[in-house]
């Protein structure tokens, strides 16, 4: 909650609500647009507010890129241990990214942001780490070592395309509810984890 009181503010936890209306605004126009004059007219606090808690503009779009990895991680850790069979986890995890992406409108584009590369930005390492995790230890349940990577690759070109299709409404054209193209994420993601089963050795 905020409230005006003669020029100042009081915020509740205005850390949080920067990155709330920070990802609202790069989920809207894209990271490249993202200003933190704009996160701070969201919030209704001053210009100078935000660098109270964020030094520069990329500690405040790293800041909603960590809370992004750490949402996904959740969620996709979620679906996919309420499945023994790594097949059926690697299906869930899929749709469960897709269906996060048509929803928020970011996923793995804003997280491996090029502003965002180095050391500095440790905490989104670990959440991106995490994530990624959630679907290389099953992918290396179900394809050979050497192929492991390579399924979870493309397993994330895949989900991310289905969320964009729906994004940029080329599944819309066909009718297609969210619904429907998370299950079609989901099957997608069964073919190719068959597809490596079969070839490897």
Do not use: C
Not at 20 to 31: D, F, N, T, W, Y
Not at 78 to 86: I, K, L, S, V
Not at 151 to 177: D, I, S
């Amino acid at each position: 909650m905020i409230q005006d009181m003669g020029g100042k503010y009081h915020h509740g936890d205005l850390r949080a609500e920067l990155v709330r209306v920070s990802l609202e605004a790069i989920a809207e126009r894209g990271v490249e647009s993202f200003s933190v004059a704009e996160a701070a007219r969201r919030a209704k606090v001053s210009p100078g507010a935000p660098y109270r808690h964020f030094p520069e503009r990329e500690s405040l779009v790293a800041a909603v890129a960590t809370e992004v990895a750490h949402q996904l991680a959740d969620e996709v850790e979620q679906a996919a241990g309420e499945h023994d069979d790594p097949v059926e986890g690697l299906a869930a995890a899929a749709g469960t990214y897709t269906g996060y992406l048509i929803r928020q409108r970011v996923g793995m584009d804003l997280i491996n942001a090029e502003v965002l590369q180095g050391a500095r930005y440790a905490e989104l390492h670990d959440q991106t780490r995490r994530l990624t995790d959630q679907f290389l230890l099953r992918t290396m349940a179900v394809a050979a070592p050497a192929d492991a990577l390579e399924l979870m690759e493309q397993l994330f070109t895949q989900a991310h395309g289905y969320g964009t299709f729906w994004l940029n409404g080329v599944f819309t054209k066909h009718g297609y509810t969210p619904d429907l193209v998370v299950r079609k994420s989901a099957q997608a993601a069964r073919v190719a984890v068959e597809g490596y089963r079969h070839t490897s050795p």
